[in-house]
């Protein structure tokens, strides 16, 4: 083995060639590499001769930061500790399953979420939009009510500039927002999109919302990228079957954990 470098990453050009070989897994990290969002990372990597073995993103761009990892366990092994010390007190951290016995040894990681990672392809893609419920798009003046639908799910960390993308979606009940969905991520260069901020007013439940919504979004995205993927927590079989009945399939499992140090 070559002699391994820890450093932060300032030339990031390598990085989207590296990320694009599993976009699922690197979703996220891929994102972060948008133009618009490029301000709020900071990258640390383990680089064996001019290659990167394992990188750490501390991501600024959220209500809380949030720390994402790619690469091998082995070299991930040696960045860790060596960065450690530039994160903040308080993170959001995505440990993926081979990741996590690297986490651990550093941080607490005894609350949190198991989460499942699911992909979508045009193939498989199976939109259902049932017959009465019109998706409309959704734009900065429905922000008040975008808010408000989210105030109990604190996690979805919706940004107002997220209704940019112009693939933000929602049925409304008379002037009720009963449900939303939207995207975290469209990247052109990767072709990926990334789904989230999906959510249904518990009053609006079972009626074929969500459904709606998520397949209007991803027809749309479909147009622009050719890979799509989701969260959804392990615990909410409900939300998973919404998301397979449309073609989305099971990638791998993952922990969402906010870390207190």
Known sequence: MESIAVRELKDLNLLMGLFCEDRSSAAYLIGALGEDFLEYGTWFAAVEGDTPKAVILLYEGLSIPALFSWGSAQHLALLLPQVRSRFPDRFLLDSLAPHRRIWTEHFPLTSGRRMNRLSLIHRRFRPKVARGIEVRKLGHADTAAILGLYTSHPDTFFQPYQLDTGLYFGVWES???ASVAGVHIISHQA???VVGNV???A???GRGYARACVSTVCTELLDQVDFVVVDSPMENAG??????????AKDFHFDRVVVRR
């Open 203 to 205: 009053w609006a439940r």
């Open 175 to 177: 002037d009720r927002l």
């Open 191 to 193: 072709r990926l999109g």
């Open 199 to 201: 959510m249904s007013a």
């Open 239 to 248: 939300a998973t079957h919404l998301l397979e009945s449309v073609g989305f």
